[in-house]
C-alpha cells in the first residue's frame, strides 16, 4: 500500500444486514471487536432483529443504522396502509419488479417516506441510536426513492445517508465481476449528480462513494487488497455482507451464502488486530462531526 498520509483517506467498514441471523449477527460483532468493520446497518424487521439489538447495546463501538427495506421482505407498517410499496405477502420480491413499478409511477413516495420512518423508528424506539440510512439493493439511487428516504431521515433526525455510488477507480479495480455487472453499474452512476444535489440540499452528511458493490458476492481478500491498494484521497464507505454459513441462513432467500464467509475472512486478514491500512477507519457518527 502506498505511504500517502493515511488521514487523506478515510474509509467506513459498513456490513448490511445486521438482524438478518444470528450467524450474520455474530459475525458483524466479532470483526467489530476485531476492529475489522466500524458499522452495520440493521435491518428492522430482520428475524434476529431482537438479539442484533441486544447485542448492540452490548458492544457500543459498533456504529448502527437503519437498511431500509423496500424489496423482498416484510414491512413495519400495515400493508394496507401503504398499498402502493406492499400487499399482504409483502414487499416486491425482486429489484426489477420495483424498478419497473416505480419507473410507471405506480409507488406513491408518501407511501416509501411513511414505511422508511416507520423503519428507523423501529430501531430507535429499542434505544439504539441511528447514525445513518442506505437501502436493501441500493434502491436510493433512484430519486422516487430517494427524496423520501431524505425526508424520513431529516423527520428522524437521522444525519448521514449511504452514497450507493461505486468511483470509475474502484469499478476498475475489481476484477472478478462480469461484464454484464459491470455495465449495470456503470449505468447506475448516471443517478449520481441528482443523487448528490438531493443530499446537499437535505443538510445531509454522505461519503464520496461506495466500494465493494460491483464486487458483492466476491469480495475476497485478493480483491479487497486491490481495492485499498487503489484507494485515492476522500471518504470512501466499504460496503460488505459478512456472515456464516448456518441452518438460518439457508432458509432466507438470498445469494450471498458461501460468500459472507469469504468476506468475513477477507476482512479480518485485511483489518483485524495488528493489520496495517492506509486508510484512517471512522463511522457515519464521526462522518457526520466532522463535515
Partial sequence: MSSRDRHNVRLIINADDFGLTDGVNEAILELNA????????LMATGQSFRSAVHAAF??????????????????????????SVASADGFRRTLGEFVKELMLGRIRESEIEAEAVAQIARIQSSGLSVSHV?????????????????????????????????PGWSIKATGAAGL??????????????????????????????????????????????????????????????????????????????????????????????????NAELINFQMLERQR
Fill in 34 to 41: 476485531a476492529g475489522a468493520l466500524t458499522s452495520a446497518t
Fill in 58 to 83: 452490548a458492544q457500543t463501538t459498533l456504529d448502527v443504522g437503519c437498511h431500509v427495506v423496500l424489496v423482498d421482505g416484510t414491512p413495519v407498517l400495515p400493508h394496507t396502509q401503504i398499498p
Fill in 134 to 166: 442506505d437501502t436493501h439493493k441500493h434502491t436510493h439511487m433512484f430519486g422516487r426513492v430517494l427524496r423520501p428516504l431524505l425526508r424520513a431521515a431529516v423527520m428522524r433526525g437521522v444525519g448521514a445517508i449511504r452514497n450507493p455510488f461505486e
Fill in 180 to 277: 454484464a455487472r459491470r455495465l449495470q453499474v456503470n449505468v447506475l452512476r448516471t443517478q449520481q449528480r441528482g443523487f448528490r444535489k438531493a443530499v446537499r440540499e437535505a443538510g445531509i452528511a454522505t461519503t464520496d462513494g461506495a466500494i465493494g458493490v460491483l464486487a458483492t458476492g466476491s469480495l475476497d481478500a485478493s480483491t479487497l487488497q486491490q481495492l485499498l491498494a487503489a484507494m485515492p484521497d476522500g471518504t470512501w464507505e466499504l460496503v460488505c455482507h459478512p456472515g456464516y454459513q448456518d441452518a438460518a441462513l439457508e432458509n432466507v432467500k438470498t445469494r450471498l451464502r458461501e460468500s459472507r464467509e469469504v468476506e468475513r475472512t477477507a476482512l479480518l486478514e485485511t483489518f483485524g488486530a495488528g493489520s496495517v491500512s
